[in-house]
């Protein structure tokens, strides 16, 4: 059963990749090689990197960024500690590399921090950190 579902969508970096395919065509003419490639990779990008979907059950939490190429999924038993966090502008959108884990994050500086039993940590953006935090609370005091 879910309990928690949120989807978060990175409006601010599909502009910036539609800017960037503009320019490349502008730059590189129509009929370039270099721009079709461009315009290639910035889709893939794109089609991994539009949003962030988040879901809370009673045994676990699981996140998917974008068509779901990247997803993750911990067992709520594996959790020590969640809080929310605001994360420094110069963590930027996607995956990072923090402190013994991973940040995902497409939009914003909001995230819900997770320390897990073993000592490693995950970061997942949201809009709504208050929610997803208590999502994650009532299914550890359960």
Known sequence: MENYYNVQYGFSFLFIITLIIAIAFFILKTNSITAYLLFAVALAISLNFYSLSIS????EVKWKMGLGLISGTIAVNEIEQVSSV????????????IDNGNLYNVSGFDAV????????NIRLGTNKPNELESAIKSKLSE
């Not at 605001?86 to 590399?97: A, H, K, L, T, V």
């Not at 921090?113 to 490693?120: A, N, R, S």
């Open 86 to 97: 605001s994360n420094p502008w110069y963590s930027g959108w996607g995956i990072r590399q």
């Open 113 to 120: 921090h997770i320390k897990l039993k073993d000592g490693k």
């Open 56 to 59: 809370v059950s009673n045994s």
